[in-house]
């Protein structure tokens, strides 16, 4: 039988638990009050909504922690979030192993997934690219690739926002320089994009989507800001 934990490190353990709830909540607080982020969540999640109701699809990428965030996001999107409906198309560049391997290997890691977004986006199709820092390689040459293809670009990354502040169409800072807690908001953010999307063209009622409508000063975080408070 295994002895009782003992105390000092009992209490070590509370404590970091502690700290670490604390502050994603902080995290989470400062991006309710972020007019700035609230409005591009608002706008990333109007775009993706604008991609399927014109016929095109989502496509998505991200390394290590965010790989598996984009992985989540597509999964999301061509199954189900919060109700039965049909699925949508929604591709995660990080899924596929053999791709990201044989394209490192031949053409290096910086391209793994550009060389995909040449190969399965389509003019009106969207990119959302995933980066704590902004400043992911391989992640730009994807936006980059966009450009080429008409395609839209939705950034998720911490506050800082690197390069990809500038070259996506759409950039979600997220107010804080911690990597767990950035990527913790990530999944809060890929969330509130799968739902507008969800309720937008499936839902019973129309309040996502006038909310998503809103352009007036006055109410700018309407939408993302009630997704915050049910998440």
Do not use: W
Request: charged share 20%; proline share 4%.
């Amino acid at each position: 039988m295994k002895s009782p934990m003992k105390s000092p490190m009992k209490s070590l353990i509370k404590q970091l638990v502690d700290e670490q709830i604390a502050e994603s909540v902080l995290v989470k607080q400062a991006l309710a009050d972020s007019p700035e982020a609230i409005t591009a969540i608002q706008e990333a999640a109007r775009r993706c909504v604008a991609v399927y109701q014109r016929g095109n699809k989502i496509l998505i990428a991200g390394n290590g922690g965010s790989a598996a965030d984009a992985q989540h996001m597509a999964a999301e999107l061509s199954g189900r979030f919060n109700f039965d409906r049909p699925g949508i198309p929604a591709i995660a560049l990080t899924a596929n192993s053999s791709a990201v391997t044989a394209i490192a290997n031949d053409y290096g890691y910086e391209r793994v997934f550009s060389r995909q977004t040449q190969a399965y986006g389509q003019p009106g199709d969207l990119l959302v690219g995933i980066s704590t820092s902004g400043n992911s390689q391989n992640i730009l040459m994807a936006i980059e690739q966009c450009q080429l293809q008409e395609m839209e670009t939705i950034g998720l990354t911490g506050s800082a926002g690197g390069k990809m502040a500038t070259a996506c169409d759409v950039c979600i800072q997220i107010p804080s320089e911690s990597t767990p807690r950035v990527q913790e908001c990530h999944i809060l953010v890929v969330h509130m994009l799968c739902a507008a999307v969800e309720e937008v063209l499936f839902g019973q009622h129309d309040l996502p989507e006038k909310a998503l409508e809103e352009t007036s000063e006055e109410a700018p975080e309407a939408f993302a800001s009630s997704m915050l408070l049910s998440a």
